[in-house]
């Protein structure tokens, strides 16, 4: 089945909690930890690696934590998908070619023709549209 993971899920649910406060606020990984009931070291995991890639932007101190850096209008959800989970792909052969059964496959081309439609359809979605903030242009 295709679906987005829990990783994907749990980080968007952060960056539309963060884009709904007012530009600037700072938002503690607890406190959409505790209201939206995510385990909290993995959601602290999420947005650290959101912060590695320069979406969100780290607090230091004591009353730190993580405000949102790039508008949610700026980033494709493929994008977004494969800064989390790597390179997307329906079946392996997509993303890497060591499938023992690769050149006598014959569903490969089909499912690679399906594979592009729908990334295709990610590459025209913005976090914002997905969100439902269509304006997506906070913060700067």
């Known amino acids: 089945m295709l679906k987005l993971t829990r990783k994907v899920e749990y980080a968007l649910i952060a960056l539309q909690h963060m884009h709904g406060k007012a530009p600037?606020?700072?938002?503690?990984?607890?406190?959409?930890?505790?209201?939206?009931?995510?385990?909290l070291q993995l959601l602290a995991k999420i947005l650290q690696q959101l912060a590695r890639e320069k979406i969100v932007e780290p607090v230091q101190g004591p009353n730190g934590g993580y405000r949102a850096k790039v508008p949610l209008g700026a980033i494709?959800?493929?994008?977004?998908?494969?800064?989390?989970?790597?390179?997307?792909?329906?079946?392996?052969?997509?993303?890497?070619?060591?499938?023992?059964?690769?050149?006598?496959?014959?569903?490969?081309?089909p499912i690679q023709r399906v594979n592009n439609t729908i990334k295709s359809v990610f590459d025209n979605?913005?976090?914002a549209?997905?969100?439902g903030d269509e304006a997506g242009n906070k913060p700067s």
């Open 76 to 109: 494709s959800l493929t994008e977004f998908v494969e800064i989390l989970e790597g390179p997307m792909g329906l079946v392996d052969c997509n993303i890497d070619s060591d499938c023992i059964q690769l050149h006598q496959c014959n569903i490969r081309l």
């Open 125 to 127: 979605l913005t976090l």
């Open 24 to 39: 600037g606020d700072i938002t503690k990984a607890k406190e959409i930890a505790q209201q939206y009931t995510i385990p």
């Open 129 to 131: 549209q997905i969100t």
